[in-house]
T-cell receptor, first 113, second 112 residues
């Protein structure tokens, strides 16, 4: 199993540009989440999903969209990038009904100029 | 979910036990205590969890007080590779399914 994979590893955007961060897992996990981590800070939940077709907002959802058309994929879209969205983005997944043992991807480092 | 409080940073000598405290005074009866750690810039890694009994696995031990209002993660023989940010979170089993939030954690520095 590859676990949770994220692409790209690094990305630089200009203010106002849009892009999609990709996240995929091959463990057939129902739950998937997106977090952001600013320098020296903890993880903040952006959006999460409990299954295909079902998504919900986390702590800091503004400026981000998500969709979950398949169990495996959970892309995160930045609609109009802002410097405040410069951060490291982590995707995570876990099984439904399991204790909170999440598996995290390696992260995407995003810089918005 | 119950809120947790952790010290922002701690130091530990290599080879000694690292004891990381977590306060969760508002924990309710069906909520578990979980610990994760994040080494450098990697994604967080699950360490251990418990409800009310002490737990031990190959990575660490978790001691939960009898009133469950606080807990301690113990790394019995800390190594330099244990330098990381440690997160304590409290959640009910499958409560708010899928919504798992983290705080700022404790930065543990293991020194030679």
């Amino acid at each position: 199993n590859a676990g949770v994979t994220q692409t790209p590893k690094f990305q630089v955007l200009k203010t106002g540009q849009s892009m999609t961060l990709q996240c995929a897992q091959d463990m057939n996990h129902e739950y998937m989440s997106w977090y952001r981590q600013d320098p020296g800070m903890g993880l903040r939940l952006i959006h999460y999903s409990v299954g295909a077709g079902i998504t919900d907002q986390g702590e800091v959802p503004n400026g981000y969209n998500v969709s979950r058309s398949t169990t495996e994929d959970f892309p995160l879209r930045l609609l109009s990038a802002a410097p405040s969205q410069t951060s490291v983005y982590f995707c995570a997944s876990r099984r439904q009904g399991a204790v909170d043992t999440q598996y995290f991807g390696p992260g995407t480092r995003l810089t918005v100029l | 979910d119950a809120k947790t409080t952790q010290p922002p940073s701690m130091d530990c000598a290599e080879g000694r036990a690292a004891n990381l405290p977590c306060n969760h005074s508002t924990i309710s009866g069906n909520e578990y205590v979980y610990w994760y750690r994040q080494i450098h810039s990697q994604g967080p890694q699950y360490i251990i969890h418990g409800l009310k009994n002490n737990e031990t696995n190959e990575m660490a031990s978790l001691i939960i007080t009898e009133d469950r209002k606080s807990s301690t993660l113990i790394l019995p023989h800390a190594t330099l590779r244990d330098t990381a940010v440690y997160y304590c979170i409290v959640r009910g089993y499958n409560t708010n399914a899928g919504k798992s939030t983290f705080g700022d954690g404790t930065t543990l520095t293991v020194k030679p």
